[in-house]
């Protein structure tokens, strides 16, 4: 089994794709029209055309059919749920403490919080043990599983459907580029042909998903 997941393209999409992720490296319209000016001119997203698309715009275009809040208390539920530790409360206050500690930062509007994805400071990840008080040695899978699932839907829900859009709706004389790799090596690149993930972690996490 963990043998056959490392040469699952679905799998290793998934992860490369948290990796751009966390290091905010996805081929948002900004991105690539800094990377080649001619091809992309236009860097305003597609869908609201209402703003750059940027990284953080991403997740927050009003065209997105969910929220980033509203995705967050759906993983948080779902995990909690699976370790029959859930109630609402819990689940009010493992969102609240997520949305102080990850945050996307519009460049544009530094007033609006950060969001860094895929990297929890410890003290928030011992309120969020202390807040789903799961026994035992459970407990500490719990952040980081919140954190896999937050990428896996916002690929799911939020990048993937973008994509579509970009493909069916493409005015712009663009190719498909989501999938073409960097010319230059960018660094998740290096770090996702370098990452070996427990896979432990991933048994537990294909459970969960029963
Ligand atoms: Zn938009």
Same mark, same amino acid.
């Given at each position: 089994?963990?043998?056959? /997941?490392? @040469? %699952?393209?679905?799998?290793?999409?998934?992860?490369?794709?948290?990796?751009?992720?966390?290091?905010?490296?996805?081929?948002?319209?900004?991105?690539?029209?800094?990377? +080649?000016?001619?091809?992309?001119?236009?860097?305003?997203?597609?869908?609201?055309?209402?703003? @750059?698309?940027? =990284?953080?715009?991403?997740?927050?275009?009003?065209? &997105?059919?969910?929220?980033?809040?509203?995705?967050?208390?759906?993983?948080?539920?779902?995990?909690?749920?699976? =370790?029959?530790?859930?109630?609402?409360?819990?689940?009010?206050?493992?969102? /609240?403490?997520?949305?102080? &500690?990850?945050?996307?930062?519009?460049?544009?509007?530094?007033?609006?919080?950060?969001? @860094?994805?895929?990297?929890?400071?410890?003290?928030?990840?011992?309120?969020?043990?202390?807040?789903?008080?799961? *026994?035992?040695?459970?407990?500490?899978?719990?952040?980081?599983?919140?954190?896999?699932?937050?990428?896996?839907?916002?690929?799911? *829900?939020?990048?993937?459907?973008?994509?579509?859009?970009?493909?069916? %709706? %493409? @005015?712009?004389?663009?190719?498909? +580029?989501? +999938?073409?790799?960097?010319?230059?090596?960018?660094?998740?690149?290096?770090?996702?042909?370098?990452?070996?993930?427990?896979?432990?972690?991933?048994?537990?996490?294909?459970?969960?998903?029963?």
């Amino acid at each position: 089994m963990p043998t056959k /997941r490392e @040469t %699952n393209p679905k799998y290793s999409k998934l992860k490369a794709f948290k990796i751009k992720l966390l290091l905010e490296e996805l081929p948002t319209m900004d991105v690539l029209h800094v990377r +080649d000016f001619a091809k992309y001119s236009n860097p305003t997203c597609m869908r609201c055309k209402e703003a @750059t698309e940027t =990284y953080y715009h991403i997740l927050t275009c009003q065209e &997105n059919t969910t929220s980033l809040r509203h995705l967050l208390t759906n993983v948080i539920t779902k995990i909690l749920k699976k =370790y029959q530790t859930y109630s609402e409360a819990k689940v009010t206050q493992i969102t /609240r403490i997520f949305t102080n &500690n990850i945050s996307i930062s519009d460049p544009q509007n530094p007033t609006i919080n950060r969001v @860094t994805l895929g990297i929890l400071p410890s003290l928030a990840t011992r309120e969020i043990n202390r807040t789903a008080a799961v *026994k035992g040695k459970k407990q500490t899978q719990i952040p980081q599983l919140i954190l896999h699932y937050i990428a896996k839907e916002i690929h799911e *829900k939020i990048w993937k459907p973008r994509c579509a859009y970009k493909y069916t %709706n %493409n @005015t712009r004389c663009e190719q498909k +580029d989501e +999938d073409r790799e960097i010319p230059t090596q960018s660094t998740a690149q290096m770090i996702s042909q370098n990452y070996n993930p427990q896979t432990s972690e991933n048994n537990k996490l294909l459970k969960i998903e029963k």
